[in-house]
């Protein structure tokens, strides 16, 4: 399953989900990186970016942490490759990157003081088992934060024709590679199972009016495009669906809104408490 998950969201060749993922960093990345520093991320914390992907977060939050490192880990060498190289090109000598499964990291238990997951549980098929790992990494009292959206938060005023239909399709497509669309209600209860305590979730909106109508388009529908098996939606009926969002984001006074879940939660000082 494993397998099947890596060569399904493998973006290495894929220009335009890459450049997906790069509007969705710059957009973003205010908002992150308020919640980031409402944690308490320190300038000296040693941080575990699991899923980096090309490293276009790990990046931002080196400059969040000049006197710390950042450690990027994904299972992909291409992205791995692409991250590596523009943090040379930027000079972020306290940033590496690291080939890993999330769920078997090749680091030291207690080597870490923040590890931060941005967008992956909903891709993997244990969610638990990755948290439950970005604990063991984690020293006593450090933090672990999650995330991730959820689909029951994604609304449209109007609504075009065939929005439900791509959101019921797109999560049975991304059910079929062990992924789940409603990952985000689930959050806090992954940090509670591997042994976290102080677990808080927040939910954040994430609207187009905060970042443009074409740009909430792509960030929030465009990757559903992608897991949408041709059993449960045709590609034609996909392309019409996009057409009629774009169409409604148009019209006066539209409104669009995904949820953005934020959950965190500390590393128990008393080793004896964790799982």
Same mark, same amino acid.
């Given at each position: 399953?494993?397998?099947?998950?890596?060569?399904?969201?493998?973006?290495?060749?894929?220009?335009?989900?890459?450049?997906? &993922? !790069?509007? #969705?960093?710059?957009?973003?990345?205010?908002?992150?990186?308020?919640?980031?520093?409402?944690?308490?991320?320190? $300038? =000296?914390?040693?941080?575990? +970016?699991?899923?980096?992907?090309?490293?276009?977060?790990?990046?931002?939050?080196?400059?969040?942490?000049?006197?710390?490192?950042?450690?990027?880990?994904?299972?992909?060498?291409?992205?791995?490759?692409?991250?590596?190289?523009?943090?040379?090109?930027?000079?972020?000598?306290?940033?590496? *990157?690291?080939?890993?499964?999330?769920?078997?990291?090749?680091?030291?238990?207690?080597?870490? =003081?923040? $590890?931060?997951?941005? *967008?992956?549980? #909903?891709?993997?098929? =244990?969610?638990?088992?990755?948290?439950?790992?970005?604990?063991?990494? %984690?020293?006593?009292?450090?933090?672990?934060?999650?995330?991730?959206?959820?689909? !029951?938060?994604?609304?449209?005023?109007?609504?075009?024709?065939? &929005?439900?239909?791509?959101?019921?399709?797109?999560?049975?497509?991304?059910?079929?590679?062990?992924? +789940?669309?409603?990952?985000?209600?689930?959050?806090?209860?992954?940090?509670?199972?591997?042994? &976290?305590?102080?677990? @808080?979730?927040?939910?954040?909106?994430?609207? $187009?009016?905060?970042?443009?109508?074409?740009?909430? $388009?792509?960030?929030? &529908?465009? *990757?559903?495009?992608?897991?949408?098996?041709?059993?449960?939606?045709?590609?034609?009926?996909? /392309? #019409? /669906?996009?057409?009629?969002?774009?169409?409604?984001?148009?019209?006066?006074?539209?409104?669009? #809104?995904?949820?953005?879940?934020?959950?965190?939660?500390?590393?128990? @000082?008393?080793?004896? %408490?964790?799982?």
């Amino acid at each position: 399953m494993l397998e099947d998950l890596a060569h399904s969201y493998d973006h290495g060749g894929d220009p335009t989900e890459l450049g997906r &993922l !790069s509007m #969705q960093a710059d957009v973003a990345w205010h908002l992150e990186r308020q919640q980031l520093l409402r944690v308490g991320l320190s $300038a =000296d914390a040693r941080v575990v +970016d699991v899923g980096c992907g090309p490293g276009l977060l790990s990046r931002r939050i080196a400059t969040l942490v000049p006197y710390g490192t950042v450690t990027g880990v994904d299972a992909d060498d291409d992205l791995l490759e692409q991250a590596r190289l523009s943090a040379k090109v930027g000079g972020l000598d306290h940033v590496r *990157f690291v080939k890993a499964w999330a769920s078997e990291m090749p680091l030291p238990s207690c080597s870490a =003081d923040f $590890a931060y997951a941005r *967008f992956l549980l #909903q891709h993997v098929p =244990d969610p638990g088992g990755v948290v439950a790992e970005m604990a063991r990494v %984690v020293a006593p009292g450090g933090r672990v934060m999650l995330v991730d959206t959820d689909d !029951s938060g994604v609304a449209m005023y109007p609504e075009p024709d065939g &929005l439900a239909e791509l959101l019921e399709a797109s999560r049975q497509g991304q059910a079929r590679l062990g992924g +789940d669309r409603h990952v985000g209600r689930k959050l806090g209860s992954f940090l509670a199972q591997a042994g &976290l305590q102080d677990v @808080e979730v927040r939910v954040v909106p994430f609207t $187009a009016d905060l970042v443009g109508p074409e740009a909430w $388009a792509q960030i929030c &529908l465009g *990757f559903k495009t992608r897991t949408v098996h041709p059993d449960v939606m045709s590609a034609e009926a996909v /392309t #019409q /669906t996009m057409a009629n969002v774009t169409r409604c984001l148009e019209a006066p006074g539209a409104f669009a #809104q995904s949820l953005v879940y934020v959950a965190v939660g500390t590393v128990p @000082e008393d080793e004896t %408490v964790r799982i």
